[in-house]
């Protein structure tokens, strides 16, 4: 399966707080909030939602084709992206705009705050997939400039490439109608289990007319796993690994969706695709910065037969290995 991968393409800038957020919260002042949190590192790292499942997807061999803008400041993360497998010949670098850049503070306890310049990827509007037509099976529509998001999935729709839908962040800008839009139709829906609930209260739709409306929906639910939903079929529950040792979560969502692509690109089934998509995020999870992972055949086989048995890991050493 050949998987273009739109969306975001940033510099993350990483910062840890060592207290917890909750506890310099004052409920009755909510809604006069002025805090500042003195934080103990500063990592900077590549980063960006496409990006970094591109990235995924290209450690483990699919070469995916990347989508997006970038500043003239893109050379560098180029040649990585490059050396790490992905195809970056569709993105486009801005004359006038540098990359967009991602700020986060994480809490001891994993929360964090962020904000997100986009830069370059305002001009994501103007790329025109027409040219894919034919060479990719699958659009995978990330978080991006809104009005890019909509024209990619119109573009999809008009010809007649199955597209993921992954609204992300971007999610708490859109109303019901752009949510509608973005959704209906969609071969996969990714969202963790916040943004499902939220999908379903900006579109209008109950829980089991967001799933009879794409193909198949999948919903990370953080230490619980991940969730995989058909109409008409019983759910696939996938528990998550308990052996984690986490560092840092940025990017530990875009790492389940290369996993989980991964693994359906190969041709296998969907509880399968799920865990690999576990494995990889939790891969993701133990770095600091979403593209610092490393998935050498061996280590990644042996994790994957003590979360999900043998017969698993011989699936996987199949294609990987």
Same mark, same amino acid.
């Given at each position: 399966?050949?998987?273009?991968? @739109?969306?975001?393409?940033?510099?993350?800038?990483?910062?840890?707080?060592? %207290? =917890?957020?909750? &506890?310099?919260?004052?409920? &009755?002042?909510?809604?006069?909030?002025?805090?500042? /949190?003195?934080?103990?590192?500063?990592?900077? =790292?590549?980063?960006?939602? $496409?990006?970094?499942? +591109?990235?995924?997807?290209?450690?483990?061999?699919?070469?995916?084709?990347?989508?997006?803008?970038?500043?003239?400041? /893109?050379?560098?993360?180029?040649?990585? *992206?490059?050396?790490? %497998?992905?195809? @970056?010949? %569709?993105?486009?670098?801005?004359? !006038?705009?540098?990359?967009?850049?991602?700020?986060?503070? @994480?809490?001891?306890?994993?929360?964090?705050?962020?904000?997100?310049?986009?830069?370059?990827?305002?001009?994501?509007?103007?790329?025109? *997939?027409?040219?894919?037509?034919?060479?990719?099976?699958?659009? *995978?529509?990330?978080?991006?400039?809104? #009005? #890019?998001?909509?024209?990619? @999935?119109?573009?999809?729709?008009?010809?007649?490439?199955?597209?993921? #839908?992954?609204?992300?962040?971007?999610?708490?800008?859109?109303?019901?109608?752009?949510?509608?839009?973005?959704? &209906?139709?969609?071969?996969?829906?990714?969202?963790?289990?916040?943004?499902?609930?939220?999908?379903?209260?900006?579109?209008?739709?109950?829980?089991?007319? !967001?799933?009879?409306?794409?193909?198949?929906?999948?919903?990370?639910?953080?230490?619980?796993?991940?969730?995989?939903?058909?109409?008409?079929?019983?759910?696939?529950?996938?528990?998550?690994?308990?052996?984690?040792?986490?560092?840092?979560?940025?990017?530990?969502?875009?790492?389940?969706?290369?996993? /989980?692509?991964?693994?359906?690109?190969?041709?296998?089934?969907?509880? =399968?695709?799920?865990?690999?998509?576990? !494995?990889?995020?939790?891969?993701? *999870?133990?770095?600091?910065?979403?593209?610092?992972?490393?998935?050498?055949?061996?280590?990644?086989?042996?994790?994957?037969? +003590?979360?999900?048995?043998?017969?698993? $890991?011989?699936?996987?050493?199949?294609?990987?290995?």
């Amino acid at each position: 399966m050949r998987i273009a991968v @739109t969306g975001s393409i940033a510099t993350d800038h990483l910062m840890t707080f060592p %207290g =917890r957020f909750v &506890d310099q919260l004052i409920p &009755d002042k909510l809604d006069k909030i002025a805090l500042s /949190f003195l934080v103990d590192s500063l990592q900077i =790292r590549y980063g960006g939602v $496409a990006a970094n499942m +591109a990235f995924g997807m290209g450690c483990l061999g699919l070469k995916p084709l990347l989508v997006g803008s970038a500043g003239a400041d /893109f050379a560098e993360y180029r040649d990585w *992206l490059e050396a790490h %497998g992905v195809d @970056t010949s %569709g993105v486009r670098e801005s004359a !006038v705009h540098h990359t967009g850049r991602f700020i986060s503070t @994480t809490d001891a306890d994993l929360n964090h705050f962020a904000s997100f310049y986009p830069g370059a990827m305002v001009e994501d509007a103007d790329i025109d *997939l027409g040219d894919l037509v034919g060479s990719v099976d699958l659009v *995978l529509i990330g978080a991006s400039d809104p #009005a #890019a998001m909509a024209s990619f @999935t119109r573009q999809c729709r008009e010809h007649k490439i199955p597209f993921a #839908a992954d609204t992300s962040w971007q999610l708490a800008r859109m109303d019901g109608e752009e949510v509608r839009d973005l959704v &209906d139709g969609a071969a996969y829906l990714f969202c963790n289990e916040y943004e499902a609930k939220l999908t379903e209260r900006k579109s209008g739709w109950a829980d089991e007319e !967001v799933t009879a409306r794409v193909g198949v929906r999948v919903t990370t639910l953080g230490a619980a796993g991940a969730r995989v939903d058909r109409a008409g079929e019983q759910p696939i529950l996938v528990p998550a690994l308990t052996d984690v040792m986490p560092k840092e979560p940025t990017g530990a969502g875009d790492a389940f969706r290369a996993g /989980f692509l991964a693994a359906t690109g190969w041709g296998l089934g969907l509880e =399968r695709a799920a865990q690999l998509g576990n !494995v990889i995020a939790v891969n993701a *999870l133990e770095a600091v910065g979403p593209q610092d992972y490393e998935l050498k055949p061996g280590p990644l086989t042996e994790r994957f037969a +003590a979360a999900y048995g043998p017969e698993a $890991a011989q699936d996987l050493a199949e294609h990987y290995g």
